[in-house]
Structures are given as C-alpha cells and as structure tokens.
C-alpha cells in the first residue's frame, strides 16, 4: 500500500473519532435549471457534486482557528475580513455564554469562508449550485412555483434572531441537505456575479432590470420576491464583510 | 424689515433686468440659486419620532448638517393583540423627522443593525442624484454608508427603502418624511405635528390575533388589511393624541408613505387654512380634504378657535373606522358659542304632526297588538324578510340547507312533525344529532333574537314555502312555548 493512501485512511479513521472533523455530505445529482434571473434561452447546467449536510458550525469553526491561527479574530488581517470578524465570541477560542456549538458559525467572511472550505478539502458552492440545491422543498427538487414553498423563505425574513438557533432545526430537503433556508444566508463563491446593488438600479445594463424597476414591473409572484431577497443581500456585500446572519458551507465535486 | 423689503425689490428688478422674463414669475425664494449658498459650520441634525418634529430652522444659515440614521427590523404592534415585523428608519414607523433648511449640505450616514437580516437604503425625495440617495447607500447588516448632498428645492418630502423588493420595504414601514425649509424658515405657528399615513397587509385579516406575517399577495392586489396613521392603530388616540390650546395655530406635516393608496386626509371640524399642496410652494386656502398621494406629502396648518376634540381621517371613511386610519387632536380652552354653539335645544320631531306620543308600559303588548291584524300573506311577506336577514345564511334560498353541516327546511319531516318543537328552536337555540329526511345532522342553530311576532312570520312563511304542511304561525303560539320553559 502506498504511503498516500495509508495517509488517506489513516485521516479517514481520526475523522471517525473526532466527530467534528469532516461534516457529513450528501450527493447531489446534476441537471439544468433556470435561475430566476434567466429567461428560457438560460439554462445552467449543474454537474453532480457533493454538498455539506448543515452549514458549518461553531464548533467545527472554533477547531479550525485553532488549527489556523492566522484565522483568530485577534490575528485575522482587515483586508480578509472586517471589524465584526466573529465579534460574538468571548475570546479567541472561546464561544459567549449565549452561543451554542450547534449554532452555525456566522460573523466569517467570504475569505475565512473559501479558506476554511479548501482546508477541508472542498471548496464554497457556486451560486448556480446553491440555489439549484436550494430551490427544493422537502418532497420535490424544484418546489419554487409553489406558495408553501415561498411562505417559508419569506416568513424567515420576519423571524428575528434566527442565527442563534441549532443547525438541524429547519427541514431536510429533497436532496438530505438540511438548513438552506430558514436558518442564516450562506456564502457562495461567485455571491457578487449577480448585481444586484444601489447602482444597478439606475443602470441600462442587463442587471438593472433584476433591481427596484423589474420587482415591481415584471414579477408579481412571490418565487422572484423570495428569491429577489436573496439575491439583493449578496448584491450588498463585499468579500471581507462579516454579518450576524450569514454562514456558510462546503462543497465538493464528485469525482474528488 | 421695512428695508429687507426694499432690498427684495431691488434685487429682484435686477434680476427681472438681466434675466428676462424667465424670472419675473418667480418670488423671493428663487433670488439665490441654491447651488451657491454657502455653508457656515456644522451641526448635528435633531431627529425626532412622530408625532413629533424637531425644532424649526429659523432664521439660521446653511450648515453642514450630520444626519445619523439606523436601521432596525423589530416587533411592535400593529393593533390591540396584533404584532408584526416592523422594518423602520431609526426605530419608529413612519422614520425619524428630519428637518434641513435650504442649502444644507446634509453629511448622511445609514446603518444597518447587525441583527437585521436584509440590506436596505435610502431614497430620499429632497435629494438631486441617481436614486436619491439609494445609489450610495445600499448598505449590508452591521455596516455603515455615507452620503451627502445639498438641499436645493424647499418642500416637504418622503424618504423611503429603494431595496428590491421594493414595495415589502415600503410596506414593513421603511419610510418617512424630511423637510427642507426655505431661508428664514416657516412662518412660526404655535403647535406643530408629523403624521404619515400608511397601509399594511397582513396573512391575518383585520384584528386577528398575534404575530401577523407579511402577505404579498394582499399587497399586489392593493387589499389592505390596515390603513393608519403612525404605524399602528391607536397610534394617535388615547394616551397618543395631539393637543393644542384653543387660539393656537397648528401645523401638521402629512406624509403618505403607501405603499398603494392615496389619503384623502381631513379634519373633522376643522379648514385647513392653508395647504402646502404636494408639499411644495403652491399654497391653497380653506380646504376641507386634501388628496396625498403615496410616496407624497402636504404641509397643512389651521387655527383652532373652539376647545374640543377633532378627529383626523382618511376620508376613504371604511378606511378611517374600520381600518384604523383616525387619530384625534385635542384643542382644550374657553369656548367661543359664537362660533359653535354647541347643543342649543333637543325637541321633538313629528312630521305627522303635533299629537302627543305615548310610550308603551310594557313591551309585550305592543308586539302583540297589532300582529292579529296581519294577513297570512302580510305575514308571509315579512318572514321572507326576516328569512333572507336570519336563516338564509346556513339554511340557503329554498331551504335546501347545506348537506352534512345544515339540515333543509324544505319538504322537512323534522319540521312539520311538530310546530311547537320548531317555535322552540327559534327561540332558543338547538344542538346535538337531529334526523332531517333520514340525513344525520349534529350542528349548532343559535338562539335567535325576534321578537314573538317576528318569530310567527318567519315560521309561517317556512310552513308555507317549499313543499312544507302550510301552518299558520301565530304570535300566540309563540308566547305559548316561550311561557311552557
């Protein structure tokens, strides 16, 4: 046996010990969909790919800082993330008494995020993969045409302080992935490749028409007011920016 | 003031002169282009909650003026035992007050709290720019952005969320209203108030208890659940009411923030002396309802000469009473009889003329008296009436009822069995498993409230409807069964 693969299975048996090692994935089998700011000429088309179960949790994330100092808060650099870098916590390493290891970890940038992903041996979705996984409800992969569906996404919005709650708590969706709604946002890769901004509103470009002119014009159901949320707080962000409500998980490709 | 005049003259012949006749419309407010005004020195901009608006500008100069701003999504309430999800500029529905003079150069600065989810920013009317303002301050949870600009038209103007979905920013209660007085201010009045009306759209309808959801699909077909003023029913009664003395001149800036209807905002018992129509310079006089359309505004002040309480509306009057859309000011102070006299005198009104009226002992004999008098088809016509306004409902047009929920009334074997078992559920009430033509019913009939006669003609009009046993209901048959419990 060659010593690389001894390596493998040597990591293999630790992970199956330290339960918080590597999160549990769950394949999902590719297709094409069109996004909602596509017209029927748009389809993506999603290759099969392996997705984390739940988002990343605080207790795996307190294990990663350990293990990468360079990403404690007192040591982060404030290129790669800014002053709410995991501002909740009590200390480096240390989570405040109103924290849960179960909650996901919120308060990370998109470079902490992409870093910790690649130190796992993954990667962040893209943001075609994230809502092709997303736009399933519990029964069906693509469930946005129907209202329950969007009540959900929607009735979140005015759930205050949902950040805190454990991962697990929403429903288990189609594809065995829990938490994609309903707990906090997730970043994606590619979270900026679709403007939506305070500039584009003004704007002739193709983008301005997923903005304020289109939402009122174009779209009176509610897929696109759900999903438009969405899209508008990533519009909003900028890859060193940390918030209260935004997490994130893992993926990766399937023949990895 | 004499020689401030003088100089108004002056410079406006100059301008008639060198600019043509372009200027010669315009008054005094457009003697300087607002662009060269300059500033002298900085201060911090007092915001205010409604119904409350920070002190006038007076006669101060251009400032650099810092506004700060936060975002807050948090739960209050919409109505007695009704919460909901408010999105809000500085903490209150509509935002804080924000009042500039012209020239002002206003440094803004828009923070979103780190516990909200969503992005927002603002669109601020009084701004010239791309967006208003929306273009540079589009601003994620927990961050901050600044902006500014110069205030260049005076008016009264609404801010509001430009963050798509626009309407759901709109309709969570993310607007407001910012003033930009002319040079020298306002003219100075005694009392002045901030209200804006707004319409809400719940998943509940109106009343129903608890933490009310947002509904899109109620906001797209504009079907408002709630229209109120500040936010909330009751935000402007009770311990919320406005006052002023009587004397007093009031001045109330009303804003609409929508997101779809437009106020037809009035005062019950009162003129608006004058009104800022849109908000801008146009000012009409002695106007009893002003229309403010959403994303709109109006300046409106009057002098209140008698004490009292007058009520503010939406004349859009289901809106004002059942919707929510009224709040009151209270004028207190001496009356003035001659200009409201109050009740003078309470008579009599007879328009058959001047016998006198005799109030009845008892009430039972005046039902009964002239009941014998009527005719079967007297009576069957009055208890179609009473049919259609009570029974209908459940046991439907031709008494067919509803299956499995209300039993039928026509060719009905439980009804012409037994009259005196009919009168008695009329009168009060029947529960638990009937059997109606071999169909098994258990439902509730409630207790009815008519009157011994009512109950005659209403049943005498069901026995002879329908293929039912003709029976001649009489009041005296009613009172029997009512006297046998």
Redesign the interface.
Known sequence: MRPIFRLIICLFMFCTVSANCQSKMVKIEGGTYIPLYGRDSLQITITDFQMDVYPVTNQQYIEFVKKYPKWKRSNVKKLFA?G?YL?DWKSDTLLNEDQSLKAPIT?VSWFAAKDYCECQGKRLPTLDEWEYVAMANKEMPDARRLKDYN?FI????????TSTNHIGSTFKNYWKVYDLHGLV?EWTYDFNSVL????S??DVDDDSN???GS??VGT?D?M??AA??R???R???NAN?????LGFRCVKDENN | MKSFNLTLIIVCFVLVVSCGVNDASKDGAALQDPTTIVIEGTMEAELTAPPFVPAPVGDRPAKKLIVNMEIL???GAMADGVEY?YWTFGGSVPGSFIRTRVGDEVEFTLSNH??????H?IDLHAVTG??GG??????????EKVFSFKTLNPGLYVYHC???????HIANGMYGLILVEPAGGLPSVDKEYYIMQGDFYTKGENGEPG?Q??D??KA?DEDADYVVFNGKVGALTGDGVITANVGETVRLYVGNGGPNLTSSFHVIGEIFDNVHVEGGDLINKNVQTTSIPAGGAAIVDFKVDVPGTFILVDHAIFRAFNKGALGMLKVSGEEDKQIYSGEMQEGIYNPEGGTIQTMPDDGSTVVSAPATNKSLSEKIASGKQIYTQTCFACHQSEGQGIPNAFPPLAKSDYLNADVKRAIGSVLNGLTGEITVNGEKYNSIMTKQTLTDEEIADVLTYVYNSWGNNKTNVTPAMVSEVKSSH
């Open positions: 800014d709410n501002r308060n009540e929607l009735s979140w919005y005015e759930k205050p302080k946002w939506i901004s305070g500039e509103r003004k997923l903005f304020c939402a009122a009176t509610l696109n007011y438009f949320m899209y508008a707080i519009g909003s962000l920016y940390t918030m209260k409500n | 999504e948090e739960v999800v780190p516990e909200n989810k969503l992005p920013n791309p967006g929306a273009t540079s301050s589009f601003v994620a949870p927990g961050h430009a963050t798509a979905p626009v309407g759901m933490l959801p947002f899109m699909q797209v």
